[in-house]
């Protein structure tokens, strides 16, 4: 074989390889996520047999070792999957419910402060156009806290985890109150349930992402694995 025509050979093999070995990993999680989305948590206040799921704690941390783009179509892969399992009808309302998990694994993993400032900005847009989100303005604080935490705290675990929740919790609010029938009394009542539903999440979030960061620390990794050696179990019980 002449030497250009085994450069380019050997260059598709590893194109294929890489290519095979991130669709696989992409797969497991996947497939992980999915199996959590049947572990209901906590039903959501509200809505009739609607649940809050293990996959709360594991959708956004796809950003974390995957990037933000990566680590978001996961998540919607995720949430596929799992939405195909449980047979539910693939109505609009229903896809659009996906997309808070894609948002929050996307802040988990980004390093782009422009999207930290858009989606509360927007949001912050959103609820006060609605006349029950004008009633209910407190609700709207909620919508700042990943902002904040992305101007000073985003580079530790547990403050980015509640980001993360946040940002899906900030979506999946504005989308509630545009969809679903409800009152400003609702939201106010809610105000102390979503502190500690979010801190709840939060912690489950940062838990698994050490959980994961210690298993994928043991093996030989594909490169767009990223592995944040600072949360391994082994590092943390060091510090």
Do not use: C
């Not at 419910?97 to 802040?107: D, E, G, Q």
């Not at 029950?132 to 992305?150: D, Q, V, Y």
Request: aromatic content about 18%; glycine content about 6%.
């Amino acid at each position: 074989m002449r030497p250009k025509k085994a450069f380019k050979f050997a260059l598709r093999s590893l194109v294929m390889k890489h290519a095979s070995s991130k669709f696989a990993f992409v797969v497991l999680f996947s497939a992980i996520s999915a199996i959590a989305l049947q572990i209901n948590f906590s039903k959501v206040l509200g809505a009739e047999n609607q649940y809050f799921t293990l996959f709360q704690f594991l959708g956004p941390i796809a950003g974390g070792f995957l990037g933000p783009i990566l680590g978001a179509v996961v998540a919607l892969f995720s949430q596929v999957i799992g939405f195909l399992v449980a047979g539910k009808e693939p109505t609009l309302l229903n896809m659009f419910r996906l997309a808070p998990m894609l948002f929050a694994a996307y802040y988990f993993g980004t390093k782009n402060r422009k999207f930290d400032f858009i989606i509360p900005l927007l949001a912050l847009t959103l609820w006060f156009a609605h006349p029950i989100g004008r009633e209910a303005w407190l609700t709207s604080a909620f919508f700042l806290i990943p902002l904040a935490i992305s101007l000073r705290f985003k580079d530790r675990l547990f403050a980015k985890s509640i980001g993360a929740t946040f940002t899906a919790y900030t979506i999946g609010t504005v989308f509630w109150l545009y969809t679903i029938p409800s009152t400003a009394a609702f939201w106010w009542a809610l105000i102390p349930v979503t502190i500690t539903e979010r801190l709840l999440f939060a912690a489950g979030i940062s838990v698994s992402y050490v959980g994961f960061m210690s298993v994928l620390a043991q093996f030989s990794l594909p490169s767009f694995v990223k592995v944040d050696y600072r949360y391994t179990l082994t590092n943390l019980l060091k510090a």
